[in-house]
Each structure stands twice: as C-alpha cells, then as structure tokens.
C-alpha cells in the first residue's frame, strides 16, 4: 500500500511539474516568435530614409578631376605617384576625417566654413561641387565623394555578441543590427526593445520597439540612425533566474533527484 501511495504522489507531481512546463513553454513560444501578425500587416510601403550629416560625425570627402593636380588643393590625402602612399596635402581635418563642429560646420581647404548638418551624404556632395566649381576651369567637371566614416550603433543587453557595430554603408535597421549581434538571447524580451536617440541639438530621446509585431516594418524608427543605443531588456526568466539564491537553486536540484530516485524504486519494487 505504501508503495502504491509513494508511487500515485509521484506520478501526480510529475504530471503537475509537466503541465506547468508546457504552460511555460508555450508562453515562451509565444513571446519568442517574431513578426506574429505579418499575415494582417501591410509591410509593402516603400520607406526612404538617408542619414543626415550631425555635430560631431566624422566625415571622409574626396575630390576627383580630369587634371589630378586641380583637385590637390581640395584634398586633404593626396596620392603620391612615386610610392602609391597617401600623403598629407593640408590641415583642415583630423587623420580620420573633417570634424563636424557643434554648430555644424566644417572648414574645407579653399572654400572655408561650410554647414553641412542636416544633409545627406548626396546633398553635401552637390553643395560642395557648386562650391568648388568657381575654382575651376569650365571644362573640369569635379566629382566630390562625401562618406560618414563615424557611422555606428550600440547593441546592449540580451543578445549574443553585444558591443559597438561600424555601419559602412550609412543604412542599418533594427532586424541587421541584432542579426549583427547574434541575434537576440531566448532570455531577450522581444516586445519592449529600447532605442535611445539623440537628435542634432544633443537632447535624447527614448522609443520602445516591438520585434513581435509586424508592424516594426513601418515604424520610423525602424531604420537607426548613427549613434543610436538599443538595448534589449531582460525577460522576467532571466531576472528571476539572476534572483534566484544559488543554495535554493541547490537544493531544488537535490530534492528533484530524490523524487526521481524514488520513482525509480517503486518502479522496481512494484
């Protein structure tokens, strides 16, 4: 009788600790599954987006002509024929690239100061083209290359290689940078993905991302912008797991082998 009794407490603590697991799993299932409702969403619309040039970006500028020796005094680099290496041609910018200042300007050889905050990379290749063009001769026609060589994001929190990411080609969105990151922890909560922005007068600005819902797809804050912080929140598994006293964790995983082993033994001495 004993045993009979051992073994039907047994079993039914195995089926409640069973049924609590799939409840949890499912739970889990649901909060881990991306995109949920794109069946009902429209994600067809087109979205432009261009990054816009910031105080404090850093950017490359190159100016090309017909006749290399017209476009030297634009040049901060300047290719020397004789070793192929690139040397120094002024001292308007860093080793990296022309600084943008807090009002937004850089000083470019020959022109001088020029606003550039507020455009993109095209828009301040036109400018500075019009720029140059009184310098030069009717039939040169410069071709001016503007690249943001500062371009990055930071990815914090529940993801599988945080850290900062460089964006070469000046366009990321939120999907490439947590596939940049290894993607998102099963311990990652996916509907409450913070992104901290800062606008061009330095103040931030805070916006919750939901990578459950379609409708990310549309957001406008689906394409990042440089310097943009996102971090992915702890689920409350991972907190209470952080939580748990490692002693408790212990003797959880004794008491769970001691009901296995009994189990074991009614089997054996049924």
Not at 32 to 46: G, L, R, T
Not at 124 to 145: D, F, R, S
Not at 156 to 168: C, D, I, R
């Amino acid at each position: 009788m004993l045993f009979k009794a051992m073994k039907k407490i047994i079993s039914l603590a195995v089926a409640a600790l069973a049924i609590i697991l799939s409840l949890g799993s499912c739970n889990n299932a649901k909060q881990v599954v991306y995109w949920q409702n794109i069946d009902s969403v429209n994600i067809s619309k087109p979205m432009q987006w261009d990054a816009k040039i910031m105080p404090k970006d850093i950017l490359s500028i190159v100016v090309r002509t017909v006749t290399s020796e017209v476009a030297q005094p634009f040049n901060f680099y300047q290719q020397n024929s004789n070793t192929g290496t690139s040397i120094t041609g002024n001292t308007y910018q860093t080793n990296q690239g022309y600084l943008v200042d807090n009002d937004g300007n850089i000083q470019f050889p020959v022109i001088g100061t020029v606003h550039v905050a507020g455009l993109t990379t095209h828009e301040c290749e036109e400018m500075l083209k019009a720029k140059i063009a009184p310098y030069l001769a009717k039939t040169e026609n410069p071709v001016v290359q503007v690249r943001m060589s500062s371009y990055h994001i930071t990815v914090m929190g529940e993801v599988a290689s945080p850290g900062v990411k460089s964006v070469p080609q000046e366009k990321m969105n939120i999907v490439e940078a947590l596939a940049e990151s290894g993607d998102m922890t099963l311990y990652g909560k996916r509907n409450n993905i913070l992104l901290i922005r800062e606008n061009a007068q330095g103040q931030k600005e805070v916006h919750r991302l939901n990578m459950n819902d379609a409708n990310i797809f549309n957001s406008p804050y689906y394409y990042l912008q440089q310097n943009d912080i996102i971090y992915v929140q702890p689920n409350k598994l991972r907190t209470n797991t952080a939580s748990t006293n490692p002693s408790v964790s212990y003797i959880f995983g004794i008491v769970s082998f001691a009901a296995s082993m009994a189990s074991l033994v009614v089997n054996i001495l049924k």
